[in-house]
């Protein structure tokens, strides 16, 4: 049996920074967390670092990455190319995501998916359609979208094999509410709103129905697939989904992701919400397509032609924003500079998410969570990964 692994440097945890703490790793769990100055005899302590320990980041939204997408992904090594891009750069969980797309296809894709998810590769699948709404299709195909059919969600469940971890969904879309969210809920997955130009009377109604729904099962929340995009834009006379996620996000039903990347959102926005919300109903995510990580040029979200240009996605046709190109740790970065505590971002790009995957066992440098870290230095940037106790 190996001797413990002691890291030291700058700890981010769920309680604040330590500026000269202590992890200790044995095997793949970490046993100890703390300052320094406190570590137990039983362990050397090394020398001081200029180290910042973070814990693995865990990203609930993200299409691909690496040259590699996996709504296009014909085979495991293909989409395994786009995790291990994302795990190299600090995201130790991932939830990989697929977009709208005919049934048949939907389903080869999903059970591909659940290959990579039974061997831990990821942490769950997510699928941002097909019910979702025509009018705020952003960068997929308005074709392949589908009034909610409860049987085609079992369907891709079924084909998930117990991996299917959320949908995202527009509540105006006929059926969502009174077939595919029971259905959802149902099979272990957790409602998503977004692609929506429903009414804040309607998102709230399906708030109301999916809170209820998951309350009698796992007790987690809902969540907001990247508010403000792809979503009616807010008024003060017709507040639309944004004012009805941001309410139910305050009273602690639902968590919103950010797509906080420079791009996506303003840093005024980002903001606003953490002040609003505060970082524990928050979830960064990176929205993240197969350029993360390469070199602007032409590339493929599902059916849809993308160009990269200064490191910027949108669609070939019409100029959408058609994802993101950004790592986790890139975004956590973003958002530092912006004026976010480094304590909240971290929060909303690592606890957070692992609670609404109802995960303790990752997301944050805590005693008996699994062994994840990421080394970065003063700036973020990622030095070295340890994921369930082994080093990248």
Known sequence: MSEPLVLRGRLVTPRGIVDDGAVVVDDT???WVGPSDGLPPAWVLPEATEDTLLPGLVDLHCHGGGGASFPDATDVATAQTAVDEHRRHGTTSLVASLVTAPRDLLLTRTALLA????AGEIVGIHLEGPFLSADRCGAQNPADMLIGDAALARE????????????????????????VLPALVDAGAVPSVGHTDASAEQVEAAVNRGFDLLAATSNRRLTATHLFNGMRPLHHRDPGPIAACLAAAARGELVVELVADG?????ATVLSVFDLLGAGSIALVTDAMAAAGMPDGAYQLGPMGVVVDGGVARLAKGGAIAGGTAHLIDVVRTVVAAGVPLEDAVL??????????GRRDIGALAAGRRADVVVTDA???????LRDGEWL
């Open 29 to 31: 769990t970490i046993v």
């Open 115 to 118: 290959d990579l998810a039974d």
């Open 348 to 357: 909303s790009a690592a606890t957070v998410p692992a609670d609404v995957l």
């Open 156 to 179: 891709v469940a079924d084909a998930a094999r117990g991996h299917l971890v959320t949908m995202t969904i527009a509540p105006e879309v006929p059926g969502v509410v009174d077939e």
């Open 379 to 385: 700036d973020l940037r990622p030095l070295r990964v």
């Open 263 to 267: 791009t996506h959102l303003a840093d």
